[in-house]
């Protein structure tokens, strides 16, 4: 699997967009980026995954750049509910489906 | 709810002993997945099953076994247990083998495992 990037922690104005960032450089042509958060010490929720286009759900957006090198996740409107650590993840589709997840990225929605 | 369910919530035991935590997938799903989260470590994939066969390994101790029934639930046994083994263990489950486009891992809420 490619090696992913987050920033340790960010802060969001609650009510404004959260855009959490992932610096997948060495991304393959199979692999596909999915995204996880985990609130404080629960089980991981998964949010959106894409292959090289933008995709957007109930939950967020996610927008992949050209070269698919990066991608950001877009929480539209945060509310202080969605801080938690955001995961980045890059995966094959032929690894037996594990994932390794980093460190993640720490949001913090602030009233 | 991700509709995986995991037991027991939270168990203390002393080193030296042996614990099984218990994991039941998502209706449907023929996968499942297992996963340590330490203070110091993030979260580390263990092993997966899928249909009742072990599909990849990961950084799991000899000491740690798991299996998958029939009834698709699985079973993650812990053994001679060290005060370093004292973490938080999820399970996950998704619908196919792991190598679907879509694969997505619902996870249960976590057994938080205290070794005193």
């Known amino acids: 699997d490619a090696k992913t990037t987050q920033p340790p922690s960010m802060d969001c104005a609650e009510g404004r967009a959260a855009n959490l960032p992932c610096n997948h450089s060495?991304?393959?042509?199979?692999?596909?980026v999915y995204w996880y958060r985990q609130i404080h010490s629960q089980g991981p929720q998964y949010i959106i995954h894409?292959?090289?286009n933008n995709e957007t759900n109930e939950m967020a957006s996610l927008i992949i750049t050209e070269d698919r090198k990066s991608s950001t996740l877009i929480l539209p409107h945060a509310t202080l509910r969605d801080t938690a650590v955001y995961y980045c993840?890059?995966?094959?589709?032929?690894?037996?489906?594990?994932?390794?997840f980093g460190d993640g990225t720490t949001l913090t929605v602030k009233p | 709810d991700s509709g995986v369910t995991q037991t027991p919530k939270h168990l203390i035991t002393a080193t030296g002993q042996r614990v099984t935590l218990r994991c039941s997938p998502r209706?449907?799903?023929?996968?499942v997945y297992w996963y340590q989260q330490s203070l110091d470590q993030g979260l580390q994939f263990l092993i997966q099953?899928?249909?009742?066969?072990?599909?990849a390994k990961g950084n799991i101790l000899e000491r740690f076994s798991a299996q998958q029934f029939p009834d698709l639930h699985s079973e993650l046994n812990l053994s001679s247990l060290e005060l370093g083994d004292s973490a938080l263990y999820f399970c996950?489950?998704?619908?196919?083998?792991?190598?679907?486009?879509?694969?997505?891992?619902?996870f249960g809420a976590g057994t938080r495992l205290s070794v005193l």
């Open positions: 996950a489950s998704s619908v196919d083998p792991g190598t679907g486009v879509k694969n997505i891992q619902y």
């Open positions: 060495t991304i393959s042509g199979n692999e596909y």
């Open positions: 894409g292959l090289k």
């Open positions: 993840i890059v995966r094959v589709r032929t690894n037996a489906g594990k994932s390794t």
């Open positions: 209706s449907g799903d023929l996968s």
């Open positions: 099953y899928y249909n009742g066969e072990e599909r």
